[in-house]
């Protein structure tokens, strides 16, 4: 029984057979926290092929409470942030998924960028499992999936039932209580595996390749602790900028293996 300042919950107890056999289907699962609720060791079998994507990590903050501030994420610094998505990577579909309240503002910054016909938007939290987005070769993800904290501290609660009680109490938006923070973490974590999973990385390919673009001020295992992760800075201005000069480096390589060489004018050379 769970008893907040505007709500009383009752999460009923559920009881299993320590001796029946139990086999759990969940992708993106959590060994520790099964074992926390069955209270025994789990043993875990891992059939997931290995994904294969490229990976694109943006350290930028992307919290709900930094994205109310419209002096820091208005219009402009949204159109910024479609127009610099949309030239990280070679792409012909991609998935931007946002906070459901910034739905208005990303539609708007594709509309007025041109890019509708290309890019498709989404926000976290919807449509677990589906297929829609299985043949799309891009998607981006400018959210850190934060959960309900109503229901988050009431499933923390719960899970913690025999330890000393939960205190919601936060500090400079973290909570208190260690238990509740990880479990916070956590639940944001796997929903951005989710959602990142939404192309189908493991199971379907593409002409161009699949390609993930995270937009978080934190690691994220399994997401950003590869090899091959292509890290960011967190200036969207300066990511432009490389990637203007990456793809003018690219152009030139071309002309001069066709054209044999480039003649350059006065000064120009060390501009670029």
């Excluded at 709900?64 to 402009?76: L, V």
């Excluded at 043949?135 to 000393?164: C, K, M, T």
């Excluded at 796997?190 to 493991?202: C, G, H, K, M, S």
Aim: proline fraction near 3%.
């Amino acid at each position: 029984l769970v008893i907040t300042h505007d709500k009383i919950i009752f999460r009923p107890r559920r009881n299993f057979n320590s001796n029946s056999k139990m086999v759990i289907l969940d992708a993106y699962g959590r060994p520790e926290l099964y074992q926390q609720v069955f209270g025994q060791k789990v043993l875990i079998n891992q059939h997931q092929v290995a994904p294969n994507w490229q990976v694109h990590h943006i350290p930028i903050n992307t919290s709900k409470t930094r994205m109310k501030d419209q002096r820091i994420w208005g219009d402009d610094k949204w159109r910024e942030m479609i127009a610099t998505l949309s030239i990280m990577v070679e792409f012909e579909r991609m998935a931007v998924f946002v906070d459901k309240d910034k739905m208005e503002k990303a539609s708007q910054a594709v509309e007025d960028l041109g890019l509708a016909d290309r890019i498709s938007l989404d926000y976290v939290y919807k449509g677990r499992g589906t297929n829609q987005y299985q043949d799309y070769d891009a998607i981006a993800i400018v959210s850190q999936a934060e959960p309900n904290p109503l229901s988050l501290v009431s499933q923390a609660r719960a899970l913690y039932w025999q330890d000393h009680y939960i205190s919601d109490q936060q500090t400079e938006r973290k909570f208190q209580d260690k238990r509740l923070q990880e479990f916070k973490e956590s639940k944001q974590i796997d929903e951005l595996v989710q959602t990142a999973y939404r192309i189908r990385p493991a199971t379907h390919t593409h002409p161009l390749g699949k390609k993930l673009i995270l937009c978080t001020p934190f690691q994220v295992k399994g997401l950003t602790d590869g090899n091959k992760v292509i890290k960011h800075g967190r200036r969207l201005n300066q990511i432009k900028t490389e990637l203007d000069r990456q793809r003018l480096k690219k152009a030139m390589q071309e002309l001069t293996q066709l054209g044999g060489y480039l003649i350059l004018a006065k000064g120009l050379n060390q501009e670029l």
